[in-house]
């Protein structure tokens, strides 16, 4: 056996794993620290809008319901999130710490893409509660239970822990004996597994299902839970009672906007048109942290029980100042 063939059969046999890997970034940007200053703003309002809704939820119990249970999994997973994601961007490019060992960057990754898939499917059970509601009121209680609730989003973090988990696997799996830069914001699943020098088909799969699994399929599933809530309300509502039941729908619709159209919008022009990586980076970065910012706001705000138990709270708070 020749030495090429040695070479060949070590390598085909034995996966090259390099200590670390460096985060690309923004290259060229003037004051791009003014960026993340920016993001770390993002940061501190989402762990205060989100805890504070998480707080109003525990501490009030007429929104111990089922639907309130939903809403406590999308503060929960928007925290945890942005928790994920953004420390870590910043102390990677604010602090100029582009090097990240392999370990860490699969776990970055995970947790990133985790927590969106379990942000993507808890919109998709917000959807199921209102099209119950509208569409079969009578059995809404009977169907919608806090059993059911929970075991629809146990569901969801068990299957996507799973996939997830599979997903870095196959990118553990490969060998990476060239360039070690990810030209990316974070350790970005298709940045990474294109430096790989091996056979990546399976990678390039399961990122495609993962695409599919936390934006087409629960995109394609609300569009088609509000398809059949639209046929109900113009079969069954008078004009009133249509405008009420809608009036209950647009936090999540709102909810759905901020979250879906920024990854539905920057895919397509990335495959209908050149995208410069530095405008990629940025809409991808506010992609994954401003839906979380938002959702609390929201959701206080468009919907009447949130608010009437802020109002109850405060109230409890200034009696017993004065008591």
Same mark, same amino acid.
């Given at each position: 056996?020749?030495?090429?063939?040695?070479?060949?059969?070590? +390598?085909?046999?034995?996966?090259?794993?390099?200590?670390? /890997?460096?985060?690309?970034?923004?290259?060229?940007?003037? /004051?791009?620290?003014?960026?993340?200053? /920016?993001?770390? /703003?993002?940061?501190?309002?989402?762990?205060?809008?989100?805890?504070?809704?998480?707080?109003?939820?525990?501490?009030?119990?007429?929104?111990?319901?089922?639907?309130?249970?939903?809403?406590?999994?999308?503060?929960?997973?928007?925290?945890?999130?942005?928790?994920?994601?953004?420390?870590?961007?910043?102390?990677?490019?604010?602090?100029?710490?582009?090097?990240?060992?392999?370990?860490?960057?699969?776990?970055?990754?995970?947790?990133?893409?985790?927590?969106?898939?379990?942000?993507?499917? *808890?919109?998709? *059970?917000? $959807?199921?509660?209102? &099209?119950?509601?509208?569409?079969?009121?009578?059995?809404?209680?009977?169907?919608? *239970?806090?059993?059911?609730?929970?075991?629809?989003?146990?569901?969801?973090?068990?299957?996507?822990?799973?996939? +997830?988990?599979?997903?870095?696997? &196959?990118?553990?799996?490969?060998?990476?004996?060239?360039?070690?830069?990810?030209?990316?914001?974070?350790?970005?699943?298709?940045?990474?597994?294109?430096?790989?020098?091996?056979?990546?088909?399976?990678?390039?799969?399961?990122?495609?299902?993962?695409?599919?699994?936390?934006?087409?399929?629960?995109?394609?599933?609300?569009?088609?839970?509000? $398809?059949?809530?639209?046929? $109900?309300?113009?079969?069954?509502?008078?004009?009133?009672?249509?405008?009420?039941?809608?009036? *209950?729908?647009?936090?999540? %619709? %709102?909810?759905?906007?901020?979250?879906?159209?920024?990854?539905?919008?920057?895919?397509?022009?990335?495959?209908?048109?050149?995208?410069?990586?530095?405008?990629?980076?940025?809409?991808?970065?506010?992609?994954?942290?401003?839906?979380?910012?938002?959702?609390?706001?929201?959701?206080?705000?468009?919907?009447?029980?949130?608010?009437?138990?802020?109002?109850?709270?405060?109230?409890?708070?200034?009696?017993?100042?004065?008591?």
């Amino acid at each position: 056996m020749s030495s090429d063939e040695k070479l060949i059969s070590l +390598f085909n046999s034995t996966f090259v794993r390099p200590s670390k /890997f460096y985060l690309g970034g923004f290259s060229n940007i003037p /004051f791009v620290k003014y960026y993340y200053v /920016f993001l770390c /703003f993002v940061y501190i309002m989402t762990v205060l809008g989100n805890g504070f809704l998480l707080s109003v939820i525990y501490l009030v119990k007429t929104l111990h319901t089922p639907k309130y249970m939903i809403v406590f999994n999308l503060a929960l997973t928007d925290l945890c999130g942005s928790t994920a994601l953004i420390p870590k961007l910043l102390d990677t490019f604010l602090f100029d710490r582009r090097y990240i060992l392999y370990e860490a960057c699969l776990s970055y990754m995970f947790f990133v893409y985790f927590f969106v898939g379990m942000q993507a499917w *808890t919109l998709v *059970t917000m $959807a199921y509660d209102r &099209f119950i509601a509208i569409c079969f009121p009578l059995r809404y209680h009977s169907i919608v *239970t806090k059993r059911s609730i929970f075991a629809m989003l146990l569901f969801s973090w068990m299957f996507l822990l799973g996939y +997830f988990a599979a997903m870095v696997e &196959f990118l553990n799996q490969l060998s990476f004996c060239g360039s070690l830069v990810i030209q990316s914001f974070f350790c970005d699943h298709a940045p990474v597994y294109l430096l790989a020098c091996n056979d990546a088909s399976y990678s390039y799969i399961t990122g495609v299902i993962a695409f599919t699994i936390f934006t087409c399929i629960p995109l394609v599933l609300i569009i088609v839970t509000y $398809a059949g809530i639209s046929i $109900a309300l113009s079969r069954n509502f008078s004009r009133d009672k249509r405008l009420r039941a809608l009036k *209950t729908c647009t936090s999540h %619709l %709102l909810l759905v906007a901020v979250f879906f159209l920024p990854f539905v919008g920057s895919n397509l022009a990335a495959l209908t048109s050149y995208i410069h990586p530095n405008a990629r980076i940025i809409n991808s970065s506010l992609s994954h942290t401003i839906p979380s910012l938002l959702n609390p706001i929201i959701y206080s705000l468009k919907t009447e029980e949130v608010m009437n138990a802020i109002k109850r709270i405060l109230i409890c708070n200034m009696d017993f100042y004065q008591y």
